[in-house]
């Protein structure tokens, strides 16, 4: 490599889309600035880490940022190296660029766009790696709709089906360093474990109708019940789940369930709420920490203290937006109801964001970490659009909203690897094939209420 290719030693790093702009308004641009089509362009804005313009020096980034911001995309200058600089890059076409500009340009001719360094020059100091969701509402609406109308045919017993169907769309259009997820469990399967809720559930509201007493020991009998239940589905739904053919693991026991599900929400009560953030933690770490990818174990290193914090500031905000309802409810009570409303949305919001960013921040397999960087405004608003647009078409947005959400959680989470995870992969495959077959017995049948 010659000393003037590595001088301009920078990348254009997309990272997003600004705040203001909509995102078929800067869809539309991205594709005519880059002369390519409204789905490449699309590609790019569900990359979160599409390079668009690589080998250049900081003067000539500044230019691309500003014309890039213009528009409403949102990116940020990378020191490249050497290795990558070498390598061919998807990027912005030169004339782009506005014509004083566009001289100094390295390179020419017939440019393309990519997506970010490849695993083979990540180095051993580690990199973010975002997921990546690549579905649309429309075309998961096709999916939706036909599971919705074959399941009202039949009675709900197509409702397995459209479970699978569902989970393989999502799964096959989440990506993690170009490599999708799959779920490959039996539909049947499903049927059998759902079945047996159904005939537990007519049992039990027929044992209530019969006498209280009844309806009480069958309540009672749910209750022994829900920690096998809780182990049996997750257990089902990891051992189905894979990414690289790899597939997840449950090792959670019953015991630690019913501590988790039971025993510790009880006391929560017994404790006028003092100890429902405990409980709350108790069950992160049971489902969180009773996973791993193959032999690889999740270490899940969240604190309890983090979780108080949490229920505290919803607390606070409970507070605050009680006395708010109270002052409006005096001086006009019409506006009491949207305060109150204002307030759980803000609360639920909240909750969401700041329970997602600690649990996946706490994550740890092996020397990879999750890193999720979900914000509370933003939440809030894709979750009052997506509210808006159920209400308003009478629930046929919901395939969008759903895509809208799984895009959402993709682009504000990544993966903070040491190394090439294809090879992590590659590893545990030759690990669990080691580890033989004689666990199937296990994964027979989800059951779930």
């Known amino acids: 490599m010659s000393d003037s290719a590595i001088e301009n030693h920078f990348q254009v790093v997309y990272s997003g889309v600004l705040p203001g702009f909509s995102h078929t308004d800067v869809r539309s641009a991205l594709a005519k600035l880059f002369k390519t089509s409204d789905e490449k362009a699309e590609k790019i804005l569900a990359s979160n880490r599409a390079i668009i313009k690589a080998g250049i020096d900081q003067a000539l980034g500044e230019i691309y940022l500003q014309k890039l ?39 020419g001719g017939a440019e ?21 969701f690549t579905g649309n509402g429309f075309e998961y609406f096709k999916i939706w709709i036909v599971n919705i109308l074959l399941s009202i045919v039949t009675l709900g017993i197509y409702s397995a089906w459209a479970k699978v169907r569902n989970k393989q769309y999502f799964y096959g259009n989440t990506l993690l360093d170009g ?22 559930f007519v049992v039990y509201a027929v044992a209530g109708e019969l006498s209280v ?5 069958m309540g009672a009998l749910l209750l022994i019940v829900l920690p096998w239940v809780i182990c049996k589905s997750l257990r089902f739904n990891a051992h189905y789940s894979q990414y690289r053919n790899v597939p997840f693991v449950f090792h959670g026991r019953l015991g630690e369930a019913a501590m988790a599900f039971l025993l510790w929400p009880l ?50 905000i409970f507070v605050l937006g009680g006395l708010g309802v109270f002052v409006a409810g005096m001086v006009l009570p019409l506006l009491a109801f949207p305060v109150l409303a204002a307030m759980y949305l803000v609360v639920f919001a909240y909750f969401v964001v700041a329970t997602s960013n600690l649990n996946y921040n706490n994550i740890h397999v092996r020397e990879h970490r999750f890193r999720a960087r979900w914000r509370v405004q933003s939440y809030l608003w894709l979750m009052l659009t997506n509210t808006l647009g159920i209400l308003v078409t009478l629930g046929f947005y919901l395939p969008w909203a759903r895509v809208r959400t799984a895009r959402y959680k993709a682009r504000h989470t990544s993966v903070y690897a040491v190394g090439d995870l294809d090879s992590f992969a590659a590893a545990e495959r030759e690990a669990v094939g080691s580890l033989g077959e004689g666990v199937g017995d296990l994964f027979d049948i989800e059951v779930g209420f």
């Open 213 to 217: 007493v009844a309806g009480m020991v």
């Open 179 to 200: 490599a999708s997820f799959s779920y490959t469990a039996n539909p049947v399967q499903i049927l059998i474990g759902r079945i047996i809720a159904f005939v537990f």
């Open 69 to 107: 911001s213009s528009i409403g995309i949102d990116a940020h200058l990378k020191p490249e190296p050497a290795l990558v600089a070498s390598a061919s890059a998807h990027e912005i076409p030169a004339a782009a660029v506005p014509a004083v500009t566009a001289a100094t340009a390295t390179g």
């Open 267 to 316: 006391l929560g009560v017994l404790t006028l709420g003092i100890l429902m953030p405990y409980a709350f933690y108790q069950q992160q770490k049971f489902i969180y920490g009773n996973h791993s990818y193959g032999t690889a174990a999740f270490d899940f290193r969240a604190t309890v203290g983090a979780y108080y914090s949490i229920f505290l500031l919803i607390l606070g």
């Open 112 to 132: 393309r766009i990519t997506s970010n360094a490849s695993t083979a020059t990540r180095n051993k100091a580690g990199e973010h790696v975002p997921f990546v």
